[in-house]
């Protein structure tokens, strides 16, 4: 499938939030469902895009098929990275569209993004353990896990790491 990437556009903003909530809630990723307060931070698109850089993948029709928020070193949006680090977070894929390549197409334009960066040494991101369709595009680029990266954002939650050497 024909895929662009490109930044998202404020007319998308609630397209995307739908779909990365939809991809956390369908997937099952979230411990309290619908109720979850972590779905706020998923919709609220503006804020982000306003803060780091929010990138959608486009198919051929025009249609948004998913989205990635990229924080660059020192960005507030960033969890884990480190001052050499850039980092992404909540890549989602809307379910219709998984399959057809939009989630490495994200993945691989954050990489380039930290590439053309000055000074960025690494690519970092968490997941979760059931995100097995996420980690094998993470291991076909080249990520490699760091367990002793890996944190608790709340009690209960283990995110792991993965890391990639620019």
């Not at 680029?141 to 792991?160: A, K, M």
Request: with cysteine; charged share 25%; proline share 7%.
């Amino acid at each position: 499938m024909d895929i662009s990437i490109r930044p998202v556009d404020a007319t998308e903003h609630p397209l995307v939030g739908e779909i990365t909530a939809n991809a956390y809630l369908d997937d099952g990723l979230l411990d309290l469902g619908a109720d979850d307060p972590y779905l706020e931070q998923l919709r609220d698109v503006p804020r982000r895009a306003a803060e780091a850089d929010v990138l959608v993948a486009v198919g051929a029709d025009g249609r948004v098929l998913g989205g990635v928020t990229y924080a660059p070193p020192g960005n507030p949006w960033a969890d884990i990275a480190g001052p050499d680090e850039a980092e992404f977070r909540m890549l989602a894929v809307a379910r219709e569209a998984r399959g057809l390549g939009a989630g490495e197409a994200l993945v691989r334009a954050c990489i380039d993004r930290a590439r053309g960066t000055d000074g960025v040494a690494r690519l970092v991101l968490s997941t979760q353990s059931t995100m097995l369709a996420a980690h094998r595009i993470y291991h076909r680029l080249g990520f490699v896990r760091t367990p002793e990266r890996d944190w608790y954002p709340v009690p209960g939650l283990q995110l792991l790491t993965y890391s990639l050497t620019l």
